[in-house]
């Protein structure tokens, strides 16, 4: 056997990780390796979902492909696999409008009569499903039509009935993804008849082929066909023959490897039981569906999305939590409501590797999360051996419990867990309710959570987000005279239902979704605000308390100060924080304050392990598209630039009772104001900071001096939260719309 053949055969059997390891042995830098040989590494790569070492492969081979280029080697093979692969990926990881240049380039190269090698390893139809999908989810959808007509009108050559048969099944399972996807579901319907024959003969040959390692041939005949005849029958709410399929496709051992059409099948699953009103067979399903999703700490749907089925993970969740509702089982409710919401964190912080470690067990935790990616990794590989799959699950459950008994923090960020609603109510203040909101679409419910009891509250949610964004842009104008009747309106719809519960003078709140980004304070009704009545403290998740209750700050009362760093552009500076820093250091045994060109990043890292009070009186960013990228401007030095971000924060080991991000404001154009401190107090709190004190939106830095000067003047009386409250309160006083006073909150411990 020749070396290009047993490479193919790699391939063809699946056994990508073993071709990894080989070629990357051969080519540390694959700038040095040959074309031939990186032609099937990236194959090896898409394989395995490797999608950053994908790109830089796919990069290199078409730097020698335009290199090689000229008439006696046009390399048109190359080319028509790189823009296929590189058009694969982007759909994989959702980023449709750049997919859909790369699949127009591929099939353009098909249509050239010289690629006839790629003709037979991916052929047309694969191609023009990819370019469907392609403009589909990118909006084109009279293009994406045009690419479903195209693939029926491609012909049947053979003469032989049986071949023209199974050609045409292949025709119609091809286009049953694009009318999925454009939501024509009923397209679908009359190619069910052949490609139903088809698949029942392919898992006739299955057990031959699976007896051969070909796998991908299971896989992409038998798996994948069943599952579009499945989905076609579901969306046209033909739930019989929908379940018979679905079940018939959870006897595999093998599906449990496609965790993305795994997660579908049984999310799909549910529904049709809960169609059928056996509500619990419902709930195990999508029990089961969430396993699969909590299974990775990234659960990029790679063939689901390939095929046009992206599905939205936090759906599941919200139907098993309406469930248990309906079902009067609010404390198993709450515990799903705080594992949706560490899903979301969790999807974030995927693809961050270099988060900090206390301790001298540092290099074993880093090799745990190590560990952990690579445990990832094989499970999203195929096999054929069901026994393979049970050990490289029980792998991954065990360096997972691994992590969890050495570093339960960083757990908590890097992989969801569970948290029972019983551990959150002991750790509550005894005078203290918590106050956690949940909502879906338009379904929203409040919980009200004390040490007794857990309780659940379905409120008004539709239209819910217009009415935040439009009280936040009243906030925005202290001579809005619209703000009190908007705030009165939220108040109706999320407090006043559940105002009678509300039994303590402290209130603990976690929002959700656009709630992060409301002033609870500022909701008032007729006998005044929130913040008249309650102190308050919020937590991105009620699950964060295990890890702050009984954490040790420094000693010793210390403040380090930042005022108005130097950003290089006098249209930034920030006229009185100066004196806010200033003033505030006055009340501090042991101080350091650092102003304009010294308020820098690297000053900060550098100094901040060692200050029981951090206060940073600077703009900061909000990145929506990239949240590890939100940050604070500090001033640049010699050492670099200036930007905190929300990865450096990651990065970091603090030790502070308390960082307060005063006037956060941005002016920057499209840059957020105030969505940025809510992205970073997940941070400080990893990062080692006991609480946070951070703004909404741009603050008036007048006001904001005054509310600081006051909130640490209380501060010396050990509440945080009460502290906070008393300077709003005299804020209010002197500047009465909550534009001036309402903008700050407390995150964390009180």
Known sequence: MNEQSRKLGQLTEGRYEQLVEELEGRYPDLSSAYMDDLGPLCKAYSELKK????????????????????????????????????????????????????????????????????????????????????????????????????????????????????????????????????????????????????????????????????????????????YLISKCFFENKRFAEAKAAYDKLLSYPQIANQGGLYRIILFDRGRIAEAEGDRKMAQTYYQRAIEVIEQQRSTINTEASRIGFVGDKQQVYHLLISDLIAE???????????????????????????????????????????????????????????????????????????????APELASLVMVTETASGAVQALLEPDETLLEYYYHDDDLYAFVVTRERVQAVKLPGKGLLADVEEFRKSLEDPKSDETKALSQKLYGRLVQPIAGQLATKRLLIVGHGILHYLP???????????????????????????????????KGGSLLAFGNPDLGDRRLDLKFAEDEVQTIARAFPNTKVLLRQDATKNAFKTLGPQFTYLHLATHGKFDPDAPLKSGLFLAGDAQGEGFLSLGDLYSMRLNAELVTLSACETGLGKVSN?????GLTRGFLYAGSNSIVASLWEVDDLATSLLMTEFYAHLKKGDKQEALRQAQLATKAKYPHPYYWAAFQLTGLP
């Open 328 to 406: 009067g089982r609010p404390a198993q409710a709450f515990e799903y409501v705080e594992r949706a919401k560490a899903r979301a964190l969790v999807d974030i912080l995927a693809s961050k590797q270099d988060f900090a470690a206390a301790g001298s067990a540092s290099q074993q935790i880093v090799s745990l999360v190590t560990e952990i990616d690579q445990a990832d990794q094989d499970l999203r590989v195929p096999v054929s051996s069901s026994e393979e799959s049970r050990r490289r699950s029980a792998r991954g459950v065990q360096v997972k419990a691994n992590l969890r008994a050495a």
């Open 674 to 678: 105030g969505d940025d401190v809510v």
């Open 51 to 226: 999608y950053n070492r994908l790109f830089t492969c796919l990069d290199e081979l078409e730097r020698k492909t335009n290199k090689y280029r000229n008439e006696d080697y046009p390399l048109l093979v190359e080319e028509y696999e790189i823009a296929f692969l590189r058009a694969q990926a982007l759909l994989d990881i959702g980023d449709y409008q750049n997919a859909l240049p790369h699949a127009q380039h591929a099939f353009g190269l098909l249509n050239k009569n010289e690629v006839k090698e790629a003709e037979f390893q991916h052929g047309r139809h694969a191609t023009l499903t990819l370019l469907g999908l392609a403009q589909a989810l990118s909006g084109n959808r009279q293009e994406a039509l045009a690419s479903a007509r195209r693939i029926e009108s491609n012909g049947v050559t053979s003469k032989d009935s049986m071949v023209q048969e199974e050609e045409e099944a292949l025709e119609d399972l091809s286009r049953i993804p694009i009318y999925l996807v454009l939501q024509d579901d009923e397209k679908c319907l009359p190619l069910m008849p052949k490609a139903q024959r088809a698949v029942n003969r392919w898992e006739a040959q299955g057990a031959r082929w699976l007896k051969r390692g070909l796998y991908n041939y299971f896989f992409g005949g038998v798996i994948r066909g069943r």
């Open 520 to 554: 609870f304070a500022a909701l008032s009704d007729d006998a005044g605000y929130l913040a008249d009545r309650y102190s308050l403290r919020l937590l991105p998740s009620a699950s964060v308390l295990q890890f702050l209750k009984g954490r040790q700050a420094q």
